[in-house]
């Protein structure tokens, strides 16, 4: 069993930086795709970011240019570097690994946003 845990969200003003963290307990299969998603209130989740084993990348058009996904294979870790942050970036953050076998969820960690 893997398990995820998110780090680092929190509160900060428009047009700030925030990274976030998502640390597995371990890694089983060498090919896995990790990936945040996020949910604000009253809507669907939603795929942010992307970044596979090998480090291919893809992002939600809404946070291209923006936000960075980036991963540590050796510490069974991903990042999300958000710069310029916006109201609509508000919702809680969830990382998720989907392996040969299987899909991890994190817990979520909660980014607010204020104009």
């Known amino acids: 069993q893997v398990q995820l845990v998110e780090s680092g969200g929190g509160l900060v003003q428009a047009g700030g930086s925030l990274r976030l963290t998502c640390a597995a307990s371990k890694i089983i299969s060498s090919y896995n795709v990790m990936r945040w998603y996020r949910q604000a209130p009253g809507k669907q989740r939603e795929l942010v970011a992307a970044?596979?084993?090998?480090?291919?990348?893809n992002y939600a058009d809404s946070v291209k240019g923006r936000f960075t996904v980036s991963r540590d294979n050796a510490k069974n870790t991903m990042y999300l570097q958000m710069n310029s942050l916006k109201p609509e970036d508000t919702a809680v953050y969830y990382c998720?690994?989907?392996?040969?076998?299987?899909?991890?969820w994190g817990q979520g960690t909660q980014v607010t946003v204020s104009s």
């Open positions: 998720n690994l989907v392996d040969l076998e299987n899909t991890y």
């Open positions: 970044v596979t084993s090998g480090g291919a990348t």
